[in-house]
């Protein structure tokens, strides 16, 4: 199993500029997830999926959309992209088990906006 | 609301010292869940360590050991004999039993702590 992979791994985009970031899992779970971080920030959610065709809003969702067409990819898109959007992204997939789920992270994806 | 606090920003310990790494938590629930990921150097996330609110049983793998104290609402995480591959970012993370809108339990994650272990 590859688990969770990420595609690209590193990216530069001027202002303005829109890109999609791909996330694939191979393990068959549910729910999926993408994430930026930023330094002092820890991780912040910003939208997430809890099956095939559908997708909801985190806690920084603005500038951002996503979808779920396939179980197994989880996309996520820059329409116009901003400085402010610089940030290492993860995606996570997770499945539910004794009351929760537990959440396995990809390598990330270095973004830089200029 | 939910809450991680990791107080340590950052930590530098010599080789071979144990080292704690602290977690404090808020939640209202009483069912709820708490996570410890590993951020090696690479970048990448490597999930630790899941306990429950109702098993405070401390949990010893290797030289890892987390202590769950529902009293002071912490879940640290100790090192024993640390090594210098055990230097990363760990975060501490909280998931209540609550569905989330659209039925995920989500994750509150910690700012982190950042271990050095220094040869």
């Known amino acids: 199993n590859a688990g969770v992979t990420q595609t690209p791994k590193f990216r530069v985009l001027k202002t303005g500029q829109s890109m999609t970031l791909l996330c694939a899992q191979d393990?068959?779970?549910?729910?999926m997830y993408w994430y930026r971080q930023d330094p002092g920030m820890g991780l912040r959610l910003i939208h997430y999926?809890?099956?095939?065709?559908?997708?909801a809003k985190g806690e920084v969702p603005d500038g951002y959309n996503v979808s779920r067409l396939k179980k197994q990819n989880f996309l996520l898109g820059l329409e116009s992209a901003a400085p402010s959007q610089t940030s290492v992204y993860f995606c996570?997939?997770?499945?539910?088990?004794?009351?929760?789920?537990?959440?396995?992270f990809g390598p990330g994806t270095r973004l830089t906006v200029l | 609301a939910q809450k991680v606090t990791q107080a340590q920003t950052e930590i530098s310990v010599v080789e071979k010292e144990d080292v704690t790494l602290d977690c404090v938590y808020e939640?209202?629930?009483?069912?709820?869940?708490l996570f410890w990921y590993k951020q090696p150097p690479s970048g990448e996330l490597v999930f630790l360590i899941r306990?429950?609110?109702?098993?405070?049983q401390n949990e010893i793998s290797g030289r890892y050991s987390w202590n769950f104290q529902k009293s002071t609402s912490s879940f640290n995480f100790t090192i024993t004999a640390s090594q210098v591959v055990d230097s990363a970012v760990y975060f501490c993370?909280?998931?209540?039993?609550?569905?989330?809108?659209?039925?995920?339990?989500?994750?509150?994650f910690g700012k982190g702590t950042k271990l050095s272990v220094i040869p």
């Open positions: 996570a997939s997770s499945f539910r088990t004794g009351g929760t789920d537990t959440q396995y």
């Open positions: 393990m068959n779970h549910e729910y």
């Open positions: 999926s809890v099956g095939e065709g559908t997708t």
């Open positions: 939640t209202r629930d009483t069912t709820y869940y």
């Open positions: 306990r429950n609110s109702f098993d405070e």
């Open positions: 993370a909280l998931s209540d039993a609550s569905y989330s809108g659209a039925g995920s339990y989500q994750l509150t």
